[in-house]
């Protein structure tokens, strides 16, 4: 199978990232298997029953209805039987990763035209710039103040739709320090395509610094002028 949750340590997140690679692997192998049996096939057809003869009509044989019926069910069964795989697969990775880790730190996202907007529980704002400490699941609510956006976090290959009156989800497990690109993946408006934004991974002691930092500053600024 692509992913087994259920092989797991007790206490370790299973991040379906690795999963979804897998998944890919599959169907790039199955459709690869699949087109060269049929071009083999079709070459093998346009060999053996090609013209001889300018004019020349073709025969053949009649098929029973037991060959008739084989000819079209056992292909079918072959390559549905297959098809089915990779599908089960999928929906099992999809209904795993909706299982979201309970350990997981939450941040708000309201999306608009064009920008990510973040709120972090203690209040901390940012836009197009979201900070997280390595190591531990994040789970972004999301909602829109306008139309429909999709967030879209390629490395860690995680995708949602954000819209009005609604709250979605997605999460993700950073492993390491670094930089992942945000984009929409949803046409919104003229300006789509300059709609993208940055996930900063951090070590969990430099974020928690930067978020109390970021917390005294809020705080600073909602005191009342001496």
Request: proline content about 6%.
């Amino acid at each position: 199978m692509a992913y087994e949750p259920a092989t797991a340590a007790k206490g370790v997140v299973n991040d379906p990232a690795a999963g979804w690679d897998h998944l890919w692997h599959e169907v790039i192998v199955d459709i690869t298997v699949i087109g060269i049996i049929f071009a083999l096939v079709m070459a093998w057809f346009l060999v053996k029953y090609r013209a001889k003869a300018p004019g020349e009509v073709g025969t053949a044989k009649p098929l029973s209805l037991a060959g008739a019926i084989g000819w079209a069910v056992i292909p079918i069964f072959v390559f549905l039987s297959d098809d089915l795989y990779v599908a089960a697969n999928g929906w099992k990775l999809w209904n795993d990763y909706r299982d979201v880790p309970a350990d997981r730190m939450e941040v708000k996202l309201e999306s608009g035209m064009y920008s990510w907007d973040y709120t972090y529980a203690n209040g901390v704002q940012s836009q197009n710039e979201l900070r997280v400490p390595v190591g531990k699941p994040v789970l972004l609510r999301m909602t829109s103040r306008d139309t429909l956006h999709s967030h879209y976090i390629p490395d860690f290959r995680v995708k949602e739709d954000s819209m009005p009156g609604r709250v979605t989800y997605i999460w993700f497990l950073p492993k390491a320090a670094g930089e992942h690109v945000v984009t929409c993946a949803e046409y919104c408006g003229v300006e789509h395509t300059h709609m993208a934004g940055k996930i900063i991974a951090m070590p969990p002691a430099e974020f928690n610094a930067w978020l109390d930092k970021e917390a005294a500053k809020l705080a600073q600024a909602g005191k009342p002028a001496a």
